[in-house]
């Protein structure tokens, strides 16, 4: 059974003319540098960026969410969070633009990011539809399932834990379930992750050892040699065996 949240919506809007002002900022500099490479020019917009959201300060566009409640004191075992329940800093891609060393947490049970308001006082959940990509603990989760193309994929973020012409994600889930010993009701978390396989412009839910060599069975017999020395048991290590076989089997075919 999974427990109700609540939210208090909190918004905090950036003035229109700041906005406006940096769009035109960024688009001179941009026009004026157009015989520059393009590597310069992000950078220079990168600069740009950068300084105008420091001069905002309490007004970043970052800040526009609701405020978040947590509800750890409610759970006797687990937490919501990935990783960890402590907020960490992380790198987030909001309404188009990059946001550098922010401290955040990424609710699994919600699927939304959260983070800390600039006077620490509280935490604000960010709108996830303005999300398109975010770092925390040195992973890298994507927005996907908004188009056609990932039509075979729920909405939402997805960790990326192998990047090359073929890609393993991740979509990380925790859920809450009750019980009621003595009369007494009892919430724990329990963590359950999914595997997709992006292979041949299709999203291919793998869940099994015979699952993902099924995908690849041109190199079957190379790839359970590889388990097999690497001495990985599918079972016991089910993340590290998948990205061994995706890895290998993505370097077998270049």
């Given amino acids: 059974m999974c427990y109700s949240l609540f939210r208090k ?22 026009n004026a540098q157009s015989a520059y490479d393009t590597g310069a020019i992000q950078l220079q917009k990168a600069n740009a960026i950068g ?6 300060q309490h007004q970043s566009g970052l800040y526009n969410g609701s ?7 409610l759970l006797k075992e687990g937490h919501p969070y990935f990783d960890t329940s402590v907020l960490t800093i ?23 990011i959260v983070i800390q308001h600039y006077n620490k006082v509280f935490l604000v959940q960010l709108i996830r539809s303005r999300i398109d990509s975010f770092n925390i603990q040195e992973h890298q989760f994507l927005h ?10 729920q909405e ?11 890609k393993l994600f991740v979509k990380r889930k925790k859920t809450i379930q009750e019980s009621i010993p003595d009369m007494q009701v009892e919430r724990r978390v329990y963590q359950n992750d999914k595997y997709f396989l992006y292979m041949d412009s299709v999203y291919h839910d ?13 190199k079957r017999a190379e790839l359970k040699q590889t388990l097999r020395k690497h001495k990985v048991k599918f079972r016991k290590n089910r993340e590290y065996a998948m990205k061994l076989l995706t890895e290998y089997y993505d370097a077998l075919n270049r």
């Fill in 9 to 30: 919506t909190y918004e905090i809007a950036i003035p229109a003319y700041y906005s406006f002002a940096l769009l035109l900022f960024i688009s001179s500099r941009s």
């Fill in 51 to 56: 300084l105008y959201y420091q001069s905002l």
């Fill in 67 to 73: 405020e978040y409640v947590q509800y750890l004191n």
């Fill in 90 to 112: 992380g790198k987030v891609h909001y309404d188009g633009l990059a946001y550098n060393d922010v401290p955040m947490l990424y609710d699994i049970i919600t699927d939304q």
């Fill in 144 to 153: 996907l399932g908004r188009d056609s193309i990932a039509e075979r994929i």
């Fill in 156 to 166: 939402g973020f997805y960790d990326r834990i192998y990047n090359g012409n073929i």
């Fill in 206 to 218: 793998i869940y099994s050892e015979a699952s993902i060599l099924n995908l690849m069975k041109d």
